[in-house]
C-alpha cells in the first residue's frame, strides 16, 4: 500500500476521534488511509526529462541524459553539460 498522503487531515464524516491525547495514533492514521483508497485515486506516473539546448536555437528532450549528443537541426555533435 501506498504511503498515506492524507495522514494530516481528518476526513470529513469519519467516524474518528478527534486528535487528542486520547486518541490511539496507530488506529487514526489506519483509518485515513482506508479513506483513501476509497476515493478512486488514478495513478500518476513520473517520467524524468532532460532538455537539450544546442547552440544554434534549437531544444529538444531526451529521456537520458547523454554525454555526447547530436541535434536534430543543425546535426552537430554536442558534448552535453548539466
Ligand atoms: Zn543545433
Same mark, same amino acid.
Given at each position: 500500500?501506498?504511503?498515506?498522503?492524507?495522514?494530516?487531515?481528518?476526513?470529513? %464524516?469519519?467516524? %474518528? $476521534?478527534?486528535?487528542?491525547?486520547?486518541? $490511539?495514533? $496507530?488506529?487514526?492514521?489506519?483509518?485515513? %488511509?482506508?479513506?483513501?483508497?476509497?476515493?478512486?485515486?488514478?495513478?500518476?506516473?513520473?517520467?524524468?526529462?532532460?532538455?537539450?539546448?544546442?547552440?544554434?536555437?534549437?531544444?529538444?528532450?531526451?529521456?537520458?541524459?547523454?554525454?555526447?549528443?547530436?541535434? $536534430?537541426?543543425?546535426?552537430?555533435?554536442?558534448?552535453?553539460?548539466?
Amino acid at each position: 500500500m501506498v504511503p498515506r498522503p492524507e495522514n494530516k487531515s481528518a476526513p470529513a %464524516g469519519a467516524p %474518528g $476521534p478527534a486528535p487528542g491525547p486520547q486518541a $490511539p495514533a $496507530p488506529m487514526a492514521s489506519l483509518e485515513s %488511509g482506508i479513506v483513501v483508497s476509497e476515493e478512486e485515486l488514478g495513478s500518476v506516473k513520473a517520467q524524468r526529462l532532460y532538455k537539450m539546448r544546442c547552440e544554434c536555437g534549437r531544444s529538444w528532450f531526451e529521456l537520458e541524459l547523454p554525454k555526447i549528443v547530436e541535434c $536534430p537541426a543543425c546535426k552537430k555533435l554536442g558534448l552535453v553539460s548539466a
